[in-house]
């Protein structure tokens, strides 16, 4: 069964200071990995999609990199900002055997302070 | 409207109502979703319909009755709900299942059971 962990939990960074945020899952067949951000409660914002046979993309300021051999994605904001303030779901989608199943992350809630 | 909405956005219902969860989605998708976000536990799948047929019931309470009458809509019908079954819904929606296109998130509705 997969397993998707994001650490830190939460991280409270300083405006301008670059993001890192990790993802780690435990079943390497997976088709895509996808970033998610969310706002206090509201839905998801699709951020950035990697396709399996894909090592990273980059949108803006925000880069996601993916090693599916050793079960990690790692999500960079550069230059962040106070807008950036919100939480980040990293979410797997298993291949065909796993019903192509999107499994999420328990998300970093992040804080950028003027 | 564009993209995913989802009606109500806020619900208060007590253990004996009987309500209802409206998704719409007009992107011409043909796939849905329905799922569940507690409180410090991750984004939980529980329905996945594809042109209309319902392909996944990920172990859901029958208190929790989906429907949906065409690809445009999906609707959760509640009824005896618990306190714990208070959280945020969110429907999603893609073009099919096929596990390389993105799943469109709904802003969810809010639902609190007292």
């Known amino acids: 069964k997969q397993e998707v962990t994001q650490i830190p939990a939460a991280l409270s960074v300083p405006e301008g200071e670059n993001l890192v945020l990790n993802c780690s899952f435990t079943?390497?067949?997976?088709?895509?990995l996808q970033w998610f951000r969310q706002d206090p409660g509201k839905g998801l914002t699709s951020l950035l999609l990697?396709?399996?046979?894909?090592r990273e993309q980059t949108s803006g300021r925000l880069n996601a990199s993916l090693d599916k051999s050793s079960g990690r994605s790692t999500l960079y904001i550069a230059a962040s900002q106070p807008g950036d303030s919100a939480t980040y779901l990293c979410?797997?989608?298993?291949?065909?055997?796993?019903?192509?199943?999107?499994?999420f992350g328990g998300g970093t809630r992040v804080l950028v302070k003027p | 409207e564009t993209g995913v909405t989802q009606t109500p956005r806020h619900l208060v219902m007590g253990m004996t109502n009987k309500k209802s969860l409206k998704c719409e989605q007009h992107?011409?998708?043909?796939?849905m979703y329905w799922y569940k976000q507690s409180a410090k536990k991750p984004l939980e799948l529980m329905f996945v319909?594809?042109?209309?047929?319902?392909?996944e019931n990920n172990s859901v309470p029958s208190r929790f009755s989906p429907e949906c009458p065409n690809s445009s809509h999906l609707f959760l019908h509640l009824h005896t709900l618990q306190p714990e079954d208070s959280a945020l819904y969110l429907c999603a929606s893609s073009p099919s299942l096929a596990g390389a296109y993105e799943q469109y998130f709904g802003p969810g509705t809010r639902l609190t059971v007292t």
């Open positions: 979410a797997v989608r298993g291949g065909k055997a796993a019903g192509n199943k999107l499994t």
């Open positions: 990697i396709q399996s046979s894909q």
């Open positions: 992107l011409g998708h043909n796939a």
């Open positions: 079943d390497s067949a997976i088709y895509n």
């Open positions: 319909y594809s042109l209309e047929e319902r392909v």
